[in-house]
């Protein structure tokens, strides 16, 4: 091997400058359409998903609100049916004394609740104010 390094003759050097520069600029022109075709194709994809997106909106809005209409109505059946079922069980398997514990127990919560309600007002007449905007004292049972 030699340590000389190749030269090539200036005829070669110019023909392949010139072959070069040829390619590059139609190489960079058809990668250039290239990129414009993409980015049409991409802006035309866009603008159909957009329009294909709305359609399927509106077609599935009244589907979705009926279901979600009669998912309310059945949650409500369920709460109504679970209440009720539940209170006529309870009713039919509670001891006598525990149904009187408990309607005697209400009476006197009702009663209390009324005593301080009654309390409360008397309180406001003689002091001549108004016991809903009452900001004083908290009431004590």
Same mark, same amino acid.
């Given at each position: 091997? @030699?340590?000389?390094?190749?030269?090539? $003759?200036?005829?070669?050097? @110019?023909?392949?400058? @010139?072959?070069?520069?040829?390619?590059?600029?139609?190489?960079?022109?058809?990668?250039?359409?290239?990129?414009?075709?993409?980015?049409?194709?991409?802006?035309?994809?866009?603008?159909?998903?957009?329009?294909?997106?709305?359609?399927?909106?509106?077609?599935?809005?009244?589907?979705?609100?009926?279901?979600?209409?009669?998912?309310?109505?059945?949650?409500?059946?369920?709460?109504?049916?679970?209440?009720?079922?539940?209170?006529?069980?309870?009713?039919?398997?509670? $001891?006598?004394?525990?149904?009187?514990?408990?309607?005697?127990?209400?009476?006197?919560?009702?009663?209390?609740?009324?005593?301080?309600?009654? @309390?409360?007002?008397?309180?406001?007449?003689?002091?001549?104010?108004? $016991?809903?905007?009452?900001?004083?004292?908290?009431?004590?049972?």
């Amino acid at each position: 091997m @030699n340590d000389e390094t190749y030269q090539q $003759p200036e005829e070669e050097r @110019n023909s392949s400058t @010139n072959a070069e520069s040829g390619s590059s600029s139609s190489s960079s022109k058809s990668s250039r359409e290239a990129f414009e075709g993409l980015g049409q194709s991409i802006r035309d994809a866009f603008k159909s998903g957009s329009r294909d997106a709305r359609k399927t909106v509106e077609e599935a809005l009244p589907k979705v609100k009926s279901e979600f209409s009669r998912g309310v109505h059945d949650l409500a059946y369920a709460v109504a049916y679970a209440t009720s079922f539940g209170a006529a069980l309870v009713d039919e398997i509670t $001891p006598d004394n525990v149904k009187e514990g408990f309607r005697e127990g209400s009476q006197a919560g009702k009663r209390a609740a009324e005593d301080v309600v009654r @309390n409360q007002k008397e309180r406001a007449a003689r002091e001549g104010t108004d $016991p809903s905007t009452d900001e004083g004292e908290p009431v004590i049972v």
